[in-house]
């Protein structure tokens, strides 16, 4: 049996036959130690063992009873976690009576109480299976129990309201809690475990119990067993060519390799050799049994079973139905029928028994979560998915600089390579050092340093080649030329012959406000750099000069000196040739963003240096993002960075900044932002910046602190469970394959989003170490934010990183999902996941999110409305005083709407993580009466779904009931009135942009001048990106409403609680609902529903 260490907790292994000892005060009976948990922990500690009664050898049990209240106090010594599925001697946890034979064995909980009060109790099943015991207890041993026919139902998480009123209820780990709800008053006794998979032996060894009895385990004489003995037995089988019931170890080895790559030959090796050693067998050959004993050890997720079982209806396998429940309630995947899962096994089902009966096993199962089908990433960001007809300056654009070089930039050498590798990757935008050379022959290097050079006509033809096998949108090529007039001639020569009619060559157009799309421009390459006047008439003429490596130059020299002079730019002959390729993109200086405002053309490009767009960034950030509207920023690295170190991109992108070169040539953080930000959207090297930084009308400001005008917060909720085959860092100096890993999560974007958690260490254990954390994060500007998942070792020599893997979070994909590692260069590490889940909602609310699941109702006194901004421009300060009104029957509507879900969320026994299809199949087991017959049912025939009662209801139910109707209420009262709110919004929005034009004049004519002409403007601005984003925001929360309703209808015919039968199923199924596009489709998508229920 597997031995449980408990966290924190000095308890002593339940397979030793012993029960914890219990930590006693003899003057009151309290613990002398106090709860004190952090983030991963799963409860208080507790101290030494004191006054335990020891006779006979047995473990003690205090004479008086063990309270623990809050405080502060800790315990002075700490014990490493230890998972039991962490410790790769010990038995894999895969089936039900596996679990139950742990529950008789008994573990130490701790007792939640709503006083705040916490006891340590142990708890085990009776040999009988009948009753459920704990002690030590004040009560007589026959009252100190719960009878198994008497539970009601096992809930996980901290999801009843002792857990919600308790203290210390936030110093309590998710992950560890669980209640059982028992009795007919519905009383719940919520419980602690010391471990994750302590809580999870325990909620599935009950819910087995509930479902069969006594005869549990005659019903689970594990048939996920037989069927994995069978696969397994034919494999073997097959091996065994000679027929003589073994094969030899080098192939047995070779056949579990086959099975599970990511296990190392030496460790599989070894595993049968202690087999052999413990039956003191001789000779290497392994039997059919001791091959599939191994496989279980060693390729068994424990994890993975405990996933398997909550979903299998407490069976050993997934059934059709089953799959199709976890595909649609938890992966998120829409119309799922009986089929897909059919297909769904017929491709992952190793056993012919699996597939010929429709069921999944743990193997089967297993295979298809870490198959592409469960990657984190959004399949449809694989392709080209955005809209690519918007105006140039509208995208983020990857960016190389000095795409030559392969290592540093002052004395690196330069290869063809650089630019290979950067166009293969999507980069988009690179460089170009063009200096005088040899034989008439110009060459490309950083000039004022001591990087090596390569010949300008050879990157010409590599470039010519690359150029779109990556992408086929436009490749802008920023050429720092720096060539006498007869070389410039011989660049001309080069790109004309090489490129030809790929370069664009039609002059902007003049009548246009805004460059070309990047749809316009498919397969062009357009080049970047200086431009005669338009009046020059010769065939040459004087322009200045671009010289970053001369900024670069001056810095070294300068080494040591707090001053830091600004190179002084000088004159050069460029030829009219190479200035008419020039066509949308005419490198200019920038002076300031008045002057910008007032003179700058569409296809005019500024470079800034990283230093100054920073202090562009930090003293102008409205301005800032208002320029990249309209213009294409380029900002390139410091010349400090001499190591060619690269700047943080996302400090740039929050601007608008769409051009921001990076050094390829460096890996690290930065560099692992720039390649997660562009795998989005086809990995084309274009990426569509968000709408509050395109719209011409839009207030955003590139350093905001807090949530962004008019865009809806997303709480993102991410639960690390399990790593595998995490490989020692490439640099360590330690001795041996040995790991103790833990997980950093981290939130890139606007300042208000940046956020980083990390997990607990597991120690000794990159093979298959159990992490089961959970964390929040608030998302204010979920276009712009990425999320970075690194692992790292926490007993390392000389070098710590493990893996990462960088995802912008409108790619992630909700449910259970397998996170590939990469190293430190951007490869795939072989094998190496992490195994993950994550939830989405959009729930707001004040105060701690644990109070209330995540998150908290609040009073209409209390609610925070949109306002609008004065301008002191009287005309246009009634316009908006209108809006005030609908602005704040919007509010009242969205979140009485989403305020009155909470509840019967909780009722329903789940967090606000849970959708509604996933309430009311968590609800489906408590409606059945003494009969088995439904108490409750849905009246699916109104557009609206009644719950309607089948006979008298205990309280619990009559709770859920009205928080049902409330919640029904609350979404009819959005759906019925927000056409007309979000109308008289936009009527008022209308009104207010007929003033846009001539808002300067009316300001000055108003007296305002200065800075309060400026904050008139930028408050109308503001006002106006108000009332879209409410608009937006209302219709939003109407598909919202739409989508419960669907859910709820959904979930029904799942779980036979229709009215009428199962009979509305096979309509469901074969009509789809339209989402929500506009407002005005709300006929449409109404009448479709009031269809189903005829």
Known sequence: MAEFVAENCGVSSPSGGGK???????????AASEVSVSNGDCGPCAPENQGLDTANGKPGIPRKTSIIKDGSRRC??????VSFSSMPTEKKISSASDCINSMVDGSELRKVRSNSRVYYRYFLLDADMQSLRWEPSKKESDKAKIDIKSIKEVRTGKNTDTFRANGISDQISEDCAFSIIYGENYESLDLVANSADVANIWVTGLRYLISYGKHTLNMIQSCQDNMRASWLGELFDEADIIRGKCISLCSAVQLIKNLSPGVKNVKIELKFKELHKARDKTGSDVTKEEFIEVFHDLCTRPEIYFLLVQFSSNKEFLDTKDLMIFLEAEQGMAKVSEDISVEVIQKYEPSKEGQLKGWLSLDGFTKYLMSGECHIFDPEQKTVCQDMNQPLSHYYINSSHNTYLIEDQFKGPSDITGYIRALKMGCRSVELDVWDGPDNEPLIYTGHTMTSQ???????????????????????????????????????????KILGDRIHSDPPNLDDSYLPSPSDLKGKILLKGKKLASNCTGSEGEVTDEDEGAEMSQRMNNEGSEQQTVVQPKNFQLSKDLSEMVTLCKSVTFKDFQTAFQNQKHWELCSFNEVFANRCATDHPGDFVNYNKKFLARVYPSPMRIDSSNMNPQDFWKCGCQIVAMNYQTPGLMMDLNIGWFRQNGNCGYVLRPAIMR???????????????????????????????????????????????????????????????????VHQNGDNP??????EFQINLPELAMVRFVVLDDDYIGDE??????????????????????????EVLPHAWLFVHVAITNRRGGGKPHKRGLSVRKSKRGREYASMRILLIKAVDEVFKSAAQPLKEATDLRENMQNAIVPFKELCGLSAVANLKQCILALSPRLSGPDASPVLLFNLRDQ???????????????????????????????????????????????????????????????GLKGRKLHKSVESFTWNITILKGQADLLKHARGEVLENLKQIHYAALTCNLSKGGAGHSSGSQSRGRPSLEAIPEKAVVEEDFTDQGN
């Open 944 to 1006: 609206y779904p009644i719950m309607e009662a089948q006979g008298l209801l205990p309280e619990v139910l009559k709770k859920v009931v009205t928080a049902y109707e409330m919640m029904i209420q609350t979404n009819r009262a959005l759906l019925e009135n927000s056409d007309g709110v979000y109308e008289r919004i936009l009527q008022v929005q209308k009104a207010a942009m007929e003033f846009h034009e001539n808002l300067h004049d009316m300001a000055v004519k108003e």
């Open 454 to 496: 390569i010949v300008f006509r050879s990157v010409i033809d590599i470039i010519n080649k690359y150029a779109f096998v990556a992408s086929e949108f436009p490749l802008i090529l920023c050429l720092e030329n720096h060539c006498s007039l007869k070389q410039q001639k011989v660049m001309f020569q080069h790109l004309k």
């Open 695 to 761: 719209e011409q009308v839009s207030y955003f400001s590139a350093n905001t602190k807090d949530s962004v005008p008019g865009v809806s917060p997303q709480l993102l909720h991410i639960k690390i469970i399990s790593g595998q085959n995490f490989p020692k860092p490439k640099g360590s100096g330690a001795k041996g394959d040995v790991v103790d890993p833990y997980v950093y999560v981290e939130i890139h974007g606007i300042p208000a989003d940046c956020a980083e958690q990390r997990t607990k260490t």
């Open 76 to 81: 002075k010594e700490r014990k490493k976690t």
């Open 801 to 826: 990183f493990i893996g990462q893997y960088t995802i912008p979070f409108e790619c992630i994909q909700p449910g259970f999902r397998h996170i590939p590692l990469q190293s430190l260069t951007g």
């Open 770 to 775: 159990i992490f089961d954390e959970s964390f």
């Open 20 to 30: 914890p000892t219990q930590p006693c005060d003899e003057e009151d009976g309290r």
